[in-house]
């Protein structure tokens, strides 16, 4: 009798700090973000080339509207984190990033069709606008400082005549004498795929890419008492209008189920036979619902950045994680495999050599949740674009290089073209479905 009163003292203790809302205490290195702001669009993509696209934000300091030959310095030196409507705890988020207004009209197209699927599924949008912070761009921690990766940041110094790094500290110096001494030197660089350099045009050479900023976007949101359900999307994805009403169904579905975090599996179909590993996940859409657990898993992605690729960070965190759950036992083995090979680790354990894989590495998320009692991380089937899965699946990645030139009154718009190398009997604004939203009208 005393040890079922112990265990049900146990369950309700639980059940309390699962309850318990999240943590307020912002990162300090985002803390500057300007929240105080506010957007709205007109595509303004027409057949003939007579609309203007345009971007109206009201931010802190004033009011900006941006069109297809504007940049701004505003967002290199203050990111700002701007909301379509007032935010509300019934609408979901849809979380979007890009680092400058340049590569915002290059994915131009694919941005306004998520801002007009969120205004039809009554979700709030929010647009993440600027640069990595410099603090969080610049530096790297411990784990990331002994990885095989931050040999390379490593590297990076001493290429440039200092000898030794230390990886808690900014990179600032590294930087600058990588400007100074350009040339020859810098196309050298260039080969190392993730270090010295930034996903988005325009950025500066950092350690850390803009890829990183999605998670200083999502911590920031997720502190704030009036979102409840952050969904997150690449730029550079789209949904076609016959899949809307189907994506906006199943992601509801999901805000009903009991998962704080949901991901999609990465690299590669899932075995017929083994389980696909509870870690090796993608970054390029993902769930959070705002509690705790959330709040941990957002910030340990952000802090244990480590060069160019994000997932690098996020599947150290992922089993750090687990392991503080006591559901694997990991001490940082992913930091022995470069990028690449961590990639492929638990896909093709037989490559990596068997003292730096442990069993743990290659169990699933069920196997997980059955040790822990309550794993609240689940992984999607990979399904970009085959129109199924609660998390967004009807979304298309814009997987090409291809640009187009679309005439507007303000001259030619460069933009990816999804068209460019598959026939899909649709021209670029159709296919997205802009043809059938008023080009002139606020969204």
């Given amino acids: 009798m005393r040890l079922r009163a112990a265990w049900q003292h146990v369950a309700m203790v639980a059940l309390l700090l699962h309850l318990q809302p999240p943590v307020r205490a912002v990162v300090q290195t985002i803390a500057g973000t300007d929240t105080n702001c506010t957007f709205s669009l007109r595509h303004g993509l027409k057949k003939d080339g007579t609309g203007t696209p345009t971007l109206r934000l009201t931010y802190s300091e004033g009011v900006l509207e941006a069109q297809p030959t504007t940049d701004s310095d505003l967002f290199a030196q203050r990111p700002r984190l701007c909301r379509l409507d007032a935010y509300a705890p019934d609408r979901p988020v849809l979380l979007m990033v890009a680092n400058s207004l340049p590569y915002l009209w290059k994915e131009w197209p694919y941005f306004a069709n998520k801002v007009a699927f969120a205004r039809k599924s009554n979700w709030n949008a929010v647009l993440w606008l600027g640069e990595l912070p410099k603090d969080i761009a ?13 040999a390379k940041l490593k590297l990076l110094a001493k290429n440039f005549g200092r000898k030794k790094v230390n990886c808690s500290a900014s990179f600032a110096a590294e930087q600058l004498a990588t400007r100074q001494a350009a040339g020859a030197r810098r196309r050298r660089l260039a080969a190392y795929k993730g270090v010295g350099r930034s996903s988005y045009a325009g950025s500066e050479y950092e350690v850390n890419s803009n890829h990183h ?64 590993p509870f870690w090796l996940a993608g970054g390029m859409r993902w769930y959070l619902r705002a509690t705790p657990f959330s709040v941990k898993f957002i910030d340990g992605w952000l802090r244990h950045r480590c060069g160019f690729k994000d997932q690098y960070a996020l599947w150290h965190t992922l089993l750090t994680l687990g392991n503080d759950a006591k559901g694997v036992s990991y001490n940082g083995e992913i930091g022995r495999l470069p990028y690449n090979q961590a990639k492929y680790a638990a896909l093709k354990p037989t490559e990596i050599p068997r003292k730096w894989m442990s069993r743990d590495l290659l169990i699933g998320e069920a196997a997980v949740r059955t040790a822990t009692g309550a794993w609240p991380v689940h992984l999607e089937p990979e399904s970009f674009g085959n129109r199924h899965g609660a998390l967004l699946g009807e979304f298309e990645h ?44 606020w969204i």
Avoid: I
Avoid at 213 to 222: E, P, Q, V
Avoid at 422 to 428: E, I, N, R, S, T
């Fill in 138 to 150: 610049s530096t790297v921690g411990p784990w990331c400082c002994a990885s095989v990766v931050g």
């Fill in 213 to 276: 900023a999605k998670m200083a976007a999502a911590s920031l949101l997720l502190r704030n008492s009036r979102v409840r359900d952050v969904f997150y999307m690449d730029l550079d994805s789209y949904v076609r209008p016959e899949d809307v009403k189907k994506a906006a169904s199943g992601a509801k579905a999901m805000m009903q189920n009991t998962y704080d975090v949901v991901l999609n599996e990465a690299h590669g179909p899932r075995h017929p036979t083994k389980p696909h």
């Fill in 398 to 441: 814009v997987s090409t290089s291809c640009t187009s030139k679309l005439a507007t009154a303000r001259g030619p718009l460069e933009v990816v073209d999804l068209t460019c190398k598959v026939d899909m009997g649709k021209d670029l604004l159709s296919v997205p479905g802009l043809d059938a939203v008023d080009a002139a009208a």
